[in-house]
């Protein structure tokens, strides 16, 4: 019998879970709805407590490193705004016209050094909402909280996002992973298909 040549199969990664295939389907075909849903949801995270974070991930995982960072750095000062608008309108500067002394002493670098004061309460709270709540019933301005807050998220995001996009890679789960896995997938079904027609031919052509 003719001995048909071997072939060497195209090594494939790992394939990823069958619902983050169905999750970059979704978000393609939602299109713009889905982002404006994913504005939405990211933008009343901060006020409803919800955790900030599964929509940084969400940003990266759905639509890349770089476009994941680029909405996180915009959504997440924005979120804050959002809250910090919020509760100032319901409760006012409450703890600017207290008289409780370690209320003032809290407040007195606030007043002083407003922007920095922001900014270091970002780089050690990140994101909790509780901040924004404590910055809305004080006296600082709308614009020193928004610039203190923007400055402050830069540096814990662009990490976040860095150690999120690796996580990623590593198990598999970003879009491009998906389009080379399928990409080898039918690769591999054209070399199984080539093989059983040769071997159909192989055995018409020995009988």
């Keep these: 019998m003719p001995h048909s040549p071997s072939r060497t199969l195209p090594s494939l990664p790992p394939r990823p879970p069958e619902n983050t295939s169905q999750v970059h389907k979704a978000i393609d075909k939602a299109g713009y ?20 974070m599964v929509f940084v991930v ?7 490193h770089f476009k994941g960072w680029l909405l996180a750095l915009i959504m997440a000062p924005l979120s804050c705004c959002l809250s910090f608008l919020v509760v100032r309108k319901i409760g006012g500067q409450v703890l600017a016209d207290s008289q409780w002394s370690f209320v003032q002493k809290l407040m007195a670098k606030l007043d002083e050094y407003p922007v920095r004061t922001v900014v270091t309460l970002r780089l050690c709270f990140f994101l ?19 610039v203190g807050t923007a ?15 690796r996580l990623i890679v590593y198990m598999g789960w970003s879009k491009v992973q998906n ?17 059983a027609m040769g071997g159909r031919h192989g055995r018409g052509a020995f009988f």
Excluded: Q, R
Aim: aromatic share 14%; with cysteine; net charge negative.
């Design 33 to 52: 709805l889905g982002i404006a849903l994913y504005i939405l949801g990211f933008g009343l995270s901060e006020l409803l407590h919800l955790p900030a």
């Design 58 to 64: 969400a940003g990266v995982l759905c639509w890349g």
């Design 128 to 146: 909790a909402p509780a901040i924004n709540y404590v910055l809305a019933l004080s006296s600082i301005s709308f614009k020193n909280f928004f």
């Design 151 to 165: 400055a402050g998220l830069v540096g814990p995001l662009t990490i976040a996002v860095f150690f999120i996009d």
């Design 179 to 195: 389009a080379e896995i399928g990409a080898a997938l039918h690769e591999l079904g054209d070399e199984f298909e080539f093989g």
